[in-house]
């Protein structure tokens, strides 16, 4: 399976032909991203989420913190795909360690390989961990 990451200004310029599915994740203090139409894109889906690894003590950042119905809801989303799509695209705000975290997640539980994120991006431990946990739980 084709996983790729984006940033939110490459995703809204991101054009493909091939069928695909969207996880966007976004700053809770801003509003998603308006993705360009396109008729191969079969599902979006998207989550407010602050770029922690741990709990910061403070209340307002706790509600936004990646948790387990979070990363219950993307493998349900990508289980529900995953036969009928040929890339995963994945977007945070920077492209860098949210969607990076949620994109090798995914990669280690579909192609059993998370490498590539790890050697090009920074991924959110937290987000990465609490997949992988959902998922090997669930087996």
Request: hydrophobic share 40%.
């Amino acid at each position: 399976m084709k996983i790729k990451v984006f940033s939110e200004e490459a995703i809204q310029t991101f054009k493909t032909d091939e069928k695909h599915i969207v996880i966007s994740i976004q700053d809770p203090r801003y509003n998603f991203v308006v993705l360009p139409a396109n008729t191969n894109r079969l599902d979006w889906v998207g989550f407010w989420l602050y770029d922690f690894d741990e709990k910061t003590g403070r209340e307002q950042y706790d509600k936004f913190l990646f948790n387990n119905a979070q990363a219950r809801a993307i493998i349900n989303f990508v289980n529900k795909w995953k036969d009928e799509v040929d890339l995963i695209c994945v977007n945070c705000v920077a492209g860098i360690s949210r969607s990076a975290g949620v994109a090798s997640a995914i990669s280690k539980i579909l192609n059993e390989d998370d490498s590539y994120f790890f050697k090009h991006y920074l991924p959110n431990m937290l987000v990465y961990r609490t997949i992988l946990k959902e998922y090997y739980e669930e087996k």
